[in-house]
């Protein structure tokens, strides 16, 4: 059975950090790129980060750039998402998921107080 199950979450205060992991089940992990993904209350999920199959090349969207480190650990079949100097627009639900797209995991809710 494919599973994703995000853990990590929580609440911080501005500026603090938080590192999210995924645990991927059911399928070979490491054969995937794989992404983290948020959806903020009220608006569509969007995609964060990015990370090849043996996390030589990671990408991020612009707004996280230089704040979000993406990395994985294929032994461990576990993708993790590092956040720092985080911001209240940062507060969402964040999800884990392959390219292709696979099932959707329960997330993990990170909430960021001013």
């Known amino acids: 059975q494919v599973q994703l199950v995000e853990s990590g979450g929580g609440l911080v205060q501005f500026g603090g950090s938080l590192r999210l992991s995924c645990a991927a089940s059911?399928?070979?992990?490491?054969?995937?790129?794989s992404r983290w993904y948020r959806q903020a209350p009220g608006k569509e999920r969007e995609w964060v980060a990015q990370i090849t199959v043996r996390g030589g090349s990671t990408t991020y969207r612009d707004s996280v750039k230089g704040r979000f480190s993406i990395s994985r650990d294929n032994a461990k079949n576990t993708m993790y998402l590092q956040m720092t100097n985080l911001k209240p627009e940062d507060t969402a639900v964040y999800y884990c998921?392959?390219?292709?797209?696979?099932?959707w995991g329960q997330g993990t809710q990170v909430t960021v107080s001013s």
């Open positions: 998921n392959t390219f292709p797209l696979r099932s």
């Open positions: 059911g399928f070979t992990f490491s054969s995937y790129i």
